[in-house]
């Protein structure tokens, strides 16, 4: 049976409106209300279609790993109404939601604890930060071979066969187990589990670690520190163009562009 891990990161919600949206510059992390639930990185339910398509077509076992301060339950656990066997949460209050060496870090040490592994699949970017580090981050910190931006995954005996996006196209990338893949939105969206997967997603194992479960110190000790989190203010103007015909305006237009160096 192949060991298949996907990791699964809980954000707030890419569709909420912007205006109910604010940032907790003491807890540096953002912030919605309560009627506006987290939700799954859409990204990384790429990674978990990728694996359960894999499962789909030989004996495997997907387990998924989500780390942060507080977890809310109801939202990871859809992981397993979707078709995971396994479901383990790296919870901490030193567990920064946007510091990408200590998530690498934290995960791996799970991934370490938790033992033998074929395949990690990740998205190819948190639909948060955008910053795409965790999962080549694993790979190193690991010391095994890194497969970006791949659109279908394919795991055979003691390799992975990957279709890799290029700009143009794709390429076919082989490489050994184990090994570290990032996904894309080409893999496809993940299925949409019935009322019975809800309810016997209950039923799975679920594990709940915290730093120390996982021999790690604090936040304070990775090689990144982040310093400040803040919404950015933008001041908008409304200018009039005033003239007797519309070539003119046009003409004070052009003027009045080229002199803010718009043009």
């Not at 955008?130 to 999962?135: E, F, T």
């Not at 791949?150 to 090994?179: C, D, F, M, Q």
Request: a positive charge.
């Amino acid at each position: 049976m192949k060991n298949i891990i996907v990791c699964m990161k809980q954000v707030v919600d890419p569709e909420a409106p912007l205006s109910v949206f604010r940032i907790d510059t003491e807890a540096k992390q953002a912030v919605l209300p309560k009627a506006t639930p987290p939700v799954l990185s859409p990204f990384d339910e790429n990674a978990l279609e990728a694996a359960l398509q894999i499962k789909d077509s030989q004996q495997a076992s997907v387990s998924v790993l989500s780390l942060g301060r507080k977890l809310t339950r109801a939202v990871v656990k859809a992981a397993l109404a979707a078709g995971a066997d396994r479901l383990f949460l790296l919870e901490d209050g030193s567990f920064g939601e946007f510091n990408t060496s200590l998530t690498a870090n934290a995960l791996v040490a799970a991934i370490r604890k938790i033992g033998q592994f074929d395949l990690i699949l990740c998205g190819i970017q948190a639909a948060d930060t955008n910053s795409g580090q965790v999962g080549a981050g694993i790979a190193s910190l690991l010391g095994v071979p890194c497969i970006t931006y791949a659109r279908k995954v394919e795991l055979n005996s003691e390799t992975v066969k990957v279709e890799r996006i290029l700009p143009a196209g794709y390429e076919v990338v082989e490489a050994p187990t184990p090994v570290v893949v990032t996904t894309s939105y080409e893999v496809g969206a993940l299925r949409e589990p019935g009322v019975q997967a809800f309810m016997s997603a209950g039923k799975k194992p679920m594990t709940v670690w915290n730093a120390q479960d996982l021999g790690l110190p604090s936040g304070k000790n990775t090689r990144t520190r982040f310093l400040k989190m803040y919404q950015t203010t933008r001041d908008a103007r409304c200018e009039i163009v005033e003239g007797s015909s519309p070539e003119e305006k046009a003409a004070k237009l052009v003027m009045r562009l080229k002199e803010i160096k718009a043009i």
